[in-house]
């Protein structure tokens, strides 16, 4: 028997699986032959984000800033005095965080696939390869997360926005700036990136579900990018849980991660509220495992914490976004002329891009509502 079992070696689960087997036998089970494939990341992350992961990961850029353009042919360009993110090979991450975990005493079983699990006074996972008992179960089994709707099947994430990039050939001048690009016509409601990578750039969008798949906004983007001849050397998709899950936790089970909902709702981004969350999770683990109390009350604890670290920057974020996808173009454009003032500008130069939402602080409200969701979305 193990005291746990983490469902899913992607980053959230590596982390967790991680801080646990520092002092506990924990085992993981991940379906595909290795963490890190298929890869369903842009690759940007902060340098928190970095610390954060434990390891070093490959950087492939580093970004100091954004060029926004707006549907009216509008353009707003955001640069800072220090670097603001870096590219990175998210499969070589994932890879490095599942090595990491497994030198602290994790067993990870690769090609097997969680299917169900019971709670008695134990927990019995059903796998692909039989069962399999333990104390405790995390569910880190990322956006489409099976362990998350045995919670119940109203326990699914607000919404999902889909998206779809490439990897193609092309040096652009710029390699320290990347390219926002907002509107109906190549991401309705989100937002499109070109990030250049010496002689590539990572070109891609998300857009709502209600707006069909992401692929069909790509021409659009290839064309208004310039990018329509060249070569492709990669494709990638995926979908992203926005606005959190209803529960996070349950008798003897915690989530983390794209399980749990924890991404932030204006960028998209996951790593750094699923890393943030880890710790949460331990510190609520290691209180059962000393009591020896795996209730659902005791379980709740997880939520309360990982609330406190970045559940305001989720529900700012999200209440954000809802403003977002009420604007249209014309909405988008009307946004750009206030946002190229300079005393707005200013502010959003030294823009936190873990923490968006703390600008709203800084910012008079009628500038604010006007144009804040579209400019915070550039910069990320
Ligand atoms: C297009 C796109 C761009 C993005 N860009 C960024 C970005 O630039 N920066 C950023 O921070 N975030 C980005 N994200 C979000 C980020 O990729 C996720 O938030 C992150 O991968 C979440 O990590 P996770 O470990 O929770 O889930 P995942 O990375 O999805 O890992 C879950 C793991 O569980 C495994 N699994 C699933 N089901 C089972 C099962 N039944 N049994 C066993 N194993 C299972 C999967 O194989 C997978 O390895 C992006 C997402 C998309 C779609």
Not at 8 to 36: F, I, K, N, Q, T
Not at 160 to 171: A, K, L, P, S
Request: with cysteine; charged share 25%.
């Amino acid at each position: 028997m193990h005291e746990a079992v983490v469902i899913g070696g992607g980053p959230a689960g590596s982390r967790a699986a991680e801080l646990l087997a520092r002092d506990r036998d924990v085992l993981v089970l991940e379906e595909h032959r290795e963490s890190g494939t298929p890869v369903e990341c842009a690759g940007l992350v902060t340098d928190d984000v970095i610390g954060l992961s434990g390891v070093r990961p490959e950087i492939l850029n580093v970004l100091y800033g954004a060029n926004v353009f707006f549907p009216g042919g509008g353009r707003i360009s955001v640069r800072s005095g220090w670097p603001k993110a870096n590219l990175i090979d998210r499969a070589d991450m994932d890879r490095k965080m599942a090595w990491k975990a497994t030198d602290s005493g994790a067993e990870y079983r690769y090609n097997e696939r969680y299917i169900s699990h019971k709670v008695a006074d134990r927990v019995t996972v059903e796998s692909t390869n039989g069962a399999i008992e333990c104390s405790l179960i995390i569910g880190a089994d990322g956006h489409s997360s099976k362990v998350a709707m045995s919670l119940g099947t109203d326990n699914g994430p607000r919404e999902y926005v889909r998206g779809f990039q490439m990897d193609v050939r092309r040096t652009y001048e710029e390699q320290d700036m990347i390219n926002i690009r907002l509107g109906s016509e190549v991401a309705p409601g989100f937002f499109s990136w070109e990030i250049p990578f010496g002689e590539y750039v990572r070109v891609g969008l998300c857009a709502s579900w209600s707006a069909g798949p992401p692929v069909g906004y790509m021409r659009a983007l290839l064309k208004a990018s310039g990018l329509e001849d060249a070569k492709v050397i990669k494709k990638y998709s995926g979908k992203i849980p926005l606005g959190g899950r209803p529960k996070t936790y349950g008798e003897r089970l915690m989530l983390i991660g794209d399980a749990a909902g924890q991404v932030k709702p204006i960028s998209g981004g996951g790593l750094y509220p699923a890393f943030r969350s880890a710790d949460a999770l331990k510190e609520t683990a290691d209180v059962s495992f000393g009591s020896g109390d795996f209730s659902t009350k005791a379980m709740s604890s997880y939520e309360k914490r990982w609330k406190a670290a970045v559940g305001g920057e989720m529900r700012n974020g999200y209440r954000l976004r809802k403003a977002y996808l009420k604007f249209d173009d014309e909405d988008f454009d009307r946004a750009c002329r206030v946002a190229s003032r300079e005393s707005v500008r200013s502010v959003l130069d030294e823009i936190s891009l873990d923490r968006p939402s703390s600008v709203v602080s800084q910012m008079r409200i009628r500038d604010m509502a006007r144009f804040l969701p579209v400019v915070l979305r550039a910069i990320l």
